[in-house]
């Protein structure tokens, strides 16, 4: 059905085009051997048609943009899909870089294996930023670290929203869904009676979201934010043509904003 309808759409755009009018049909032109005869196409009646055409707006221009560390990062590794290459691993987007793309060619012997995800492949300018958060951190992991929450857009967890519990300290499956587990033993209890032999069940707890959970919480928060205080001169350094980065950086102690609405929130 779907190629009828475009033999049809195709038929009407033929129909549609300027015909030179002074071209006879031959004499020896069979409607069923050679089908429908059409005139030849005036291209010059063509031309014009289309010179008369309002032009196409010009395209817009890419407008520079001022970003802070943490949004330049997110541009380039959850916008444009960049990866850390250290040669023999690729962190990131899953693409590595041209550079690395045509070792590994050579190494298969000229032999280029599809290996593309369905997309293309980053700016030169994200890319830059990928090799220069690898090259500023000696330690791997803390640049693949700052790479996996630039892509997930999002900063590391500061305890937002956590307070004090007092929780079971395993769970179990239950048939109404995750149930605390609850020990039982036998003891002697005394009573007015005399002792007595009763079963005690105990459920064991534990201090959920205490201040050292916190405090370790904050403390990786105050290192991610550092490892941006130091990657921010190398990102200004890049020649970015369309982007500029800036002095912003994350707040020091978000944290501090929502103590003090928790306190308002109590004394009210």
């Known amino acids: 059905m779907s190629n009828e309808r475009g033999c049809f759409a195709r038929d009407d755009a033929m129909n549609d085009l300027p015909r030179l009018k002074n071209v006879s049909r031959p004499e020896n032109w069979c409607d069923e051997k050679d089908g429908e ?42 916008d444009e899909g960049a990866s850390l290459d250290y040669g023999d691993l690729s962190i990131g987007g899953g693409l590595a870089d041209s550079c690395a793309r045509l070792m590994q060619q050579g190494n298969l012997g000229g032999v280029r294996i599809d290996t593309s995800p369905g997309r293309s492949l980053p700016a030169d300018g994200a890319q830059a930023v990928a090799c220069a958060v690898a090259a500023t951190f000696a330690d791997r992991g803390q640049a693949v670290e700052i790479a996996r929450f630039a892509k997930a857009r999002r900063c ?15 769970w179990e499956p239950g048939r109404e869904g995750r149930q605390s587990i609850v020990l039982s033993s036998w003891q002697h209890l005394k009573t007015r009676g005399g002792v007595q032999r009763c079963r005690v069940s105990v459920c064991p707890v534990r201090i959920a979201n205490d201040a050292s959970t916190i405090g370790e919480l904050r403390r990786n928060y105050n290192s991610w934010r550092m490892a941006l205080l130091w990657l921010r001169p190398a990102l200004q ?16 102690r978000p944290w501090a904003g929502s103590a003090r609405k928790s306190l308002t929130k109590g004394s009210s």
């Open 37 to 78: 005869w059409r005139a030849p196409v005036d291209w010059d009646a063509l031309r014009k048609s289309y010179s008369k055409l309002p032009p196409r707006g010009a395209p817009d221009e890419r407008k520079h943009r001022s970003l802070s560390v943490q949004a330049t990062l997110e541009w380039a590794f959850a």
């Open 237 to 252: 350094a890049l020649d970015l043509k369309w982007i500029s980065v800036t002095d912003e950086l994350p707040p020091q």
């Open 156 to 170: 590391p967890d500061w305890g937002e929203g956590r307070r004090l519990e007092v929780v079971p300290k395993r």
